[in-house]
């Protein structure tokens, strides 16, 4: 988890990086710069999750590393359909992809909800 958080990371800087300098005055329309930034932000925020759930499994005094686990792996599923979505959905102007975003943010949801098990376990 240390490692995929790690990467992560990376990756929500570099496309941010992308968005703000090479993405400039090409997205689909004007308002979906917004858009790749709050992707980027959430995509952040979660990599930093991932970073936070591999220190804590590496914690011996945590209970349930199982559940930690399963919150790493739904931080990771939130960042590929809430940011992805909104990633390609800034590019392409495919307002569909719209309906994708939720699944991500169910996913976050989840997440904290398994660190939090995971913490009172």
């Not at 329309?29 to 930093?48: C, I, S």
């Amino acid at each position: 988890m240390l490692i995929i958080g790690a990467v992560l990371a990376f990756l929500a800087v570099a496309l941010g990086a992308f968005g703000a300098h090479a993405l400039k005055g090409k997205f689909a329309e004007a308002r979906y710069e917004k858009t790749w930034e709050t992707g980027t932000q959430y995509h952040m925020y979660h990599a930093l999750a991932i970073l936070l759930v591999g220190v804590l499994l590496n914690d011996s005094l945590l209970g349930d590393r199982e559940q930690l686990m399963w919150a790493g792996y739904c931080f990771i599923a939130g960042i590929v359909f809430f940011s992805g979505s909104l990633y390609v959905l800034s590019v392409t102007g495919i307002k569909k992809l719209g309906a994708i975003t939720p699944i991500g943010g169910v996913f976050f949801l989840a997440g904290w909800v398994l660190v939090a098990l995971a913490a009172m376990s």
